[in-house]
């Protein structure tokens, strides 16, 4: 999962409700960075909803950190269609829950999977999908006659400058895509004839 460049999310957590045949359908969606934190929220979720019929969830971590639950519904048309919904979207790091309170009337293995369907694609399109792309951060430090030289040209690279650190003499933080992090360093190490000191610090996602 960590080795990809960029990668599909939401963004934020989001609840919606849709009514099928007279049962209630609330989907539950949240970004988790972890299957503890993903465990946590549908823990949270099946609590809250404690008298429900059924809490039916799935969650995405990474490549091979997936997992659903039909929470007793026939086998295959709950947990898994919740689950085909995040991976259709390409998803990861996102958990659903789509909690039924059951209103009398049967929907049928097709009906069911249609219901859980279209409420986890409802609640994933209120919680917002971003990109989030592996980003390098670096430091440079170098002495004040260059400041203007090396500020410029980090900025002209479309990096974001996170910090600027003066005494005798300057630091500045800045983050930029990984791909793009090797040509700003060379750069910065030509434009200041070996001068300035780059050191590559975290990799995060943005």
């Keep these: 999962m960590w080795q990809l460049l960029s990668y599909r999310t939401v963004d934020r957590a989001a609840v919606t409700e849709i009514s099928i045949k007279k049962s209630r359908f609330i989907a539950n969606v949240k970004p988790v960075p972890d299957e503890a934190a993903a465990n946590e929220f549908i823990r949270e979720i099946s ?4 008298d429900a019929t059924h809490n039916v969830y799935a969650y995405r971590i990474g490549e091979n950190q997936e997992k659903c639950s039909d929470d007793g519904e026939p086998s295959g048309t709950a947990g898994r269609p919740v689950l085909n919904v995040i991976k259709g979207e ?9 909690t039924r309170y059951y209103g009398g009337i049967l929907l049928g293995a097709g009906g069911l999977v249609r219901a859980y369907s279209q409420a986890a694609a409802q609640g994933v399109s209120a919680a917002g999908i971003v990109t989030r792309s592996l980003h390098q951060q670096l430091q440079v430090k170098f002495t004040m006659p260059l400041f203007g030289l090396i500020k410029r040209v980090i900025e002209q690279s479309g990096a974001k400058i996170l910090d600027v650190s003066v005494t005798d003499k300057a630091t500045i933080t800045c983050r930029l895509p990984v791909a793009e992090a090797d040509r700003l360093m060379a750069e910065i190490t030509e434009v200041s004839a070996g001068q300035a000191v780059v050191k590559k610090l975290e990799r995060e996602y943005v």
């Design 90 to 98: 390409n998803l990861y790091q996102v958990a659903v829950v789509v």
């Design 47 to 50: 609590k809250m909803h404690r």
